[in-house]
């Protein structure tokens, strides 16, 4: 069992940034992938970026140059670092984290950004 506690959303404004930070209630290093997803009202979930055990990274098209994922292993996190961010990016981001083939969740955290 895996659980995701994931912090640091909130409101900002076109052109800021948030860091949103998940902790892990397992070491990360044991975990295959893991990864930051959002899902927009009325949208389906989509992939925002991932992070691979042996520190390969992957983004949609739609973040590529604005956000950073990034794993900190001494501290069994894995941040997503938004810079940039426009009011497309408005969503519920979620942490997710797949063991042993198993996808884990976490509760999701709000992300608004508007003037």
């Known amino acids: 069992q895996v659980q995701l506690v994931e912090s640091g959303g909130g409101l900002v404004q076109p052109g800021g940034s948030l860091r949103l930070s998940c902790a892990a209630s397992?070491?990360?290093?044991?975990?295959?992938?893991m990864g930051w997803y959002r899902q927009a009202p009325g949208k389906q979930r989509e992939l925002v970026a991932l992070?691979?055990?042996?520190?390969?990274?992957a983004y949609s098209d739609s973040v590529k140059g604005r956000f950073t994922i990034s794993r900190d292993n001494a501290k069994n996190t894995v941040s997503l670092q938004m810079n940039n961010l426009k009011p497309e990016d408005t969503a519920v981001y979620f942490c997710?984290?797949?063991?042993?083939?198993?996808?884990?969740w976490g509760q999701g955290t709000q992300v608004t950004v508007s003037s």
């Open positions: 992070s691979s055990s042996v520190g390969n990274t």
């Open positions: 997710n984290a797949v063991r042993y083939g198993y996808p884990y």
């Open positions: 397992v070491t990360i290093s044991s975990i295959n992938a």
